[in-house]
C-alpha cells in the first residue's frame, strides 16, 4: 500500500510539472497501442520487420509493447501480423535488479509461436575448459532454452582454483599470478581482468596492488577511496583528527543535508577570514538561523570526538557512521545497500591497517594530550598555556604510533590511516588505453573479453550473494552471472575464495561457493596454498614483513611505541639543539613551539605545537626542523 500511495504521490507531481521519465514514456507507448486500435494498425503496417536486440534484458512492459506493435490477441490468443527477429541469449540475463524477466524469451517462443531457432553455439573466444567450466556450471539451472557453448581451440590450461587463508592473501596471490603472467607468458596487463561481485571487495585488492606498484583502472566506476561514501566519511574522520581542516569541514558541513546553503557558507567563510581563523573556530560568528544550524554541526562534531577517545580505530569509524547520519542516510536511498556495504568496508580497512601496522586491535586511535583533549588540537586554541605540566601520569602509558617518512610527524592510529587513505586515492590510477590491470564488478564486465580473468570471493554469501536466498529465482540469477563471469575469459581462468574474511570489522570463516561442485572436475586444477595459519600472511613482496612485525610496515610506515604524552623534559638531546619553549620551523606545518623533548640521538622527538595544525610529535631524525629567532 504504501508504495502505492508514494507513485501516485510521485504521479501528481510528474504532471504538476508536465514531465515523464522513462518508464512512463514505455507505458504510454503501450497504453497508447493498446487502447487506440486505428493507431495500433497504423503502425503495425508500417513496420512488417521487427528485430529485437540483448532481449534476455527486456522487462515485462517491454515485451508487452512488443506484441502491441507487432500483433493482435483474437479469442485470447495472440497471432503476430509481421516477422519479428529476436537476439538474446537466456544465460545471460543478470538485470533482474533492473527489471529485466528472463521468462521473456521462453514466452516469445510460445506466444509468437517461433518456428525456428538458431543457436550460436560456436565459440570463437575461448578454450574447452572454459567453455565446459561455463556449459555444465549453467546446466543446473531451469527453464532454459538450451545451448552448449563448443570450440575446435582445444582444451587450453585447466581453470585454476586458489584456496587462501585470508582475503589479504587471496589478494597477494592474484598479484603473484598477475606479474607471473606479465613476466613468463608475455600477457599485457590490460588484458588481465579481476572480476568480483560486489564493489566493496576491491579494496582489498586495490591495495594489494598499489604495495606491488602494480598499474590497475577500476572499469565503469571509481577506486575504493574515490567514493562518495568513502570520501564523506573520511571528511568526518580528519575533523575529529584536526577540526581545523577546513577543507573537510565544507566537504561534510551539509551532508547528510542539515538545512545549511550556499550562502551560510559564504557567510561563515568571510567570518573566518575576517577573524583568521578556521570555519570551525568561526561559527560563533554567524548570526541567525544559519549560524544555529552551523553551530549544530559544530556540536555535532565536537561531541563524537569526546565520544571516540579512548576508543580503537574501528569503534571510532562505526561510532562516526552512526553519529553523523551517513548509515542512516544511505539507508533510506533506493540504490544506498551498496554504499553502505563500502563504508563497511572501510572499517573492514581500518581493522586491516592497524593489525599489518603492528598497532593492535584496540590501541587507541586519537590520544590525548597532557590537557586531556585530542593530540590534534592546538593547546592555545584551547586557551591552555602550551608549557603546563602534566597533570595525569595515566596519559603517560604507551601508544602505538608511526612515523610519517615526509614530515617525520608521529602519527596516532586514526592519522596514520587518513594519511595512507590519502596515498591511495592520490592519482595513481592508470587512464583508459593504458597497459593496466582491469578492476570490475562481474555486472561492468559484460560484454568484454580478457585473455585472463581472476573470479574472486566465490563463497556462500558472497558469491552466490547471500540476497539471492530471499529471492524467487534469485540463486539461478546467480548461476547466470557466474556463466558470465566465466565466459569473459580467453586464455586463462583462475576462481578463488578464502577461509576468512573480514566483514563488518569482524573475521568470517567461510565454506566456499556451491558453484565448484557445479564445475567439472577434469576441467579444474587445485592449487594447494603453502601451508599458512589463520591471520598469520606475510607478503611476499613490499616493504613490509609479517603482521605485527618491527620496522617499516606493508603500508610504508614506520612502526613504533610512543607515550600519550611523556613528562616534558627541558634538557635537550645535544645532536639536535632543542628545548621546551625554542620557536621552530617546517616545511609543512610551518611555525610552531617546541612543547616537550624526549629520547636522544635517532629516537629524538619533540612535542611541537603548531597553531594551525595542532599539537604533533615529531622525530627529529626525519622531521627537518629550523630554530626560528
Known amino acids: 500500500r504504501k508504495k502505492v500511495e508514494v507513485y501516485q504521490l510521485y504521479e501528481e507531481q510528474c504532471q504538476r510539472e508536465g514531465v515523464v521519465d522513462f518508464g512512463e514514456l514505455m507505458l504510454r507507448s503501450y497504453e497508447l497501442l493498446r487502447d487506440n486500435e486505428p493507431i495500433r494498425e497504423h503502425y503495425q503496417r508500417r513496420f512488417a520487420h521487427i528485430l529485437v536486440d540483448e532481449f534476455q534484458d527486456t522487462n515485462k512492459l517491454q515485451y508487452a509493447w512488443l506484441k502491441q506493435l507487432a500483433g493482435n490477441d483474437i479469442s485470447g490468443r495472440f497471432e503476430a501480423r509481421g516477422s519479428v527477429i529476436a537476439v538474446g541469449d537466456d544465460d545471460q540475463s543478470i538485470y533482474a535488479f533492473r527489471g529485466a524477466r528472463v521468462g521473456n524469451m521462453a514466452d516469445f517462443v510460445r506466444e509468437f509461436d517461433v518456428q525456428r531457432q538458431i543457436k550460436l553455439e560456436q565459440n570463437y573466444r575461448s578454450y574447452s575448459n572454459i567453455l565446459d567450466s561455463a556449459n555444465t ?112 569541514f565544507l566537504r561534510v558541513v551539509n551532508f547528510p543535508p542539515r538545512g545549511i546553503g550556499a550562502r551560510s557558507i559564504e557567510v561563515l567563510q568571510d567570518a573566518a577570514r575576517a577573524t583568521g581563523c578556521s570555519l570551525h573556530d568561526a561559527v560563533s560568528a554567524v548570526p541567525g538561523k544559519a549560524g544555529a544550524n552551523l553551530g549544530a554541526f559544530v556540536a555535532m562534531v565536537d561531541v563524537l570526538r569526546e565520544q571516540t577517545q579512548g576508543l580503537n580505530l574501528r569503534g571510532i569509524i562505526e561510532q562516526m557512521l552512526e553519529s553523523s547520519g551517513l548509515l542512516e542516510h544511505y539507508r533510506a536511498e533506493k540504490e544506498g545497500a551498496d554504499r553502505i556495504e563500502n563504508l563497511e568496508e572501510l572499517v573492514n580497512a581500518a581493522e586491516s591497517f592497524v593489525t599489518q601496522e603492528g598497532f593492535g586491535r584496540d590501541a587507541v586511535a586519537l590520544p590525548l594530550d597532557e590537557h586531556g583533549s585530542p593530540l590534534t588540537q592546538s593547546a592555545v586554541s584551547q586557551g591552555l598555556d602550551p608549557n603546563a605540566p602534566v597533570l595525569d601520569e595515566a596519559l603517560q602509558q604507551p601508544t602505538p604510533g608511526i612515523v610519517d617518512a615526509d614530515t617525520g610527524e608521529t602519527l596516532s592510529p586514526l592519522a596514520a590511516f587518513l594519511t595512507h587513505a590519502a596515498l591511495e586515492a592520490g592519482d595513481n590510477q592508470a587512464q583508459a588505453g593504458q597497459d593496466a590491470v582491469q578492476l570490475m564488478t562481474v555486472h561492468a564486465s559484460k560484454g568484454l573479453e580478457f585473455d585472463g580473468v581472476f573470479i574472486g570471493g566465490m563463497e556462500e554469501g558472497l558469491f552466490p550473494h547471500e540476497n539471492s536466498a530471499n529471492e524467487r529465482d534469485g540463486l539461478e540469477e546467480e548461476r547466470r552471472l557466474m556463466y558470465v563471469a566465466i565466459t569473459r575469459a580467453r586464455k586463462r581462468l583462475y576462481l578463488s575464495h578464502s577461509q576468512t574474511r573480514m566483514l563488518h570489522g569482524q573475521t568470517r570463516y567461510n565454506i566456499k561457493s556451491r558453484f565448484f561442485e557445479e564445475l567439472p572436475e577434469a576441467a579444474l586444477k587445485w592449487i594447494t596454498p ?61 611555525e610552531g613551539k617546541v612543547l616537550a623533548m624526549e629520547g636522544t640521538g635517532d629516537d629524538a622527538r619533540a612535542q611541537v605545537n603548531f597553531p594551525r595544525h595542532g599539537t604533533k610529535w615529531l622525530a627529529l631524525s626525519v622531521a627537518k626542523l629550523t630554530v626560528v629567532d
Open 137 to 248: 556450471l549453467i546446466s543446473h539451472n531451469s527453464k532454459r532454452l538450451g545451448k552448449n557453448l563448443r570450440t575446435t581451440q582445444g582444451p587450453g590450461e585447466p581453470v585454476r582454483v586458489y584456496e587462501a587463508t585470508t582475503d589479504l592473501a587471496e589478494a597477494q596471490w592474484m598479484v603473484d599470478e598477475i606479474r607471473q603472467l606479465v613476466r613468463s607468458d608475455g600477457f599485457e596487463r590490460k588484458e588481465i581482468a579481476v572480476l568480483y561481485r560486489s564493489n566493496a571487495q576491491s579494496r582489498v585488492i586495490e591495495s594489494a596492488l598499489f604495495n606491488a606498484s602494480v598499474p590497475y583502472r577500476v572499469y565503469g566506476g571509481l577506486r575504493f577511496f574515490e567514493r562518495a561514501e568513502i570520501k564523506h566519511a573520511l571528511a568526518y574522520l580528519r575533523l575529529l583528527e584536526n577540526p581545523q581542516d577546513d577543507t573537510s
Open 530 to 590: 603453502k601451508q599458512q595459519g589463520f591471520g598469520t600472511y606475510a607478503p611476499h613482496s613490499g616493504a613490509g614483513g609479517a603482521y605485527g612485525s618491527s620496522g617499516r610496515g606493508p603500508f610504508g610506515f614506520k612502526s613504533e611505541t610512543f607515550a600519550s604524552p611523556p613528562v616534558p623534559v627541558q634538557k635537550a638531546a645535544p645532536s639536535h639543539g632543542l628545548r621546551a619553549g625554542v620557536a621552530v620551523f617546517h616545511t609543512k606545518f610551518g
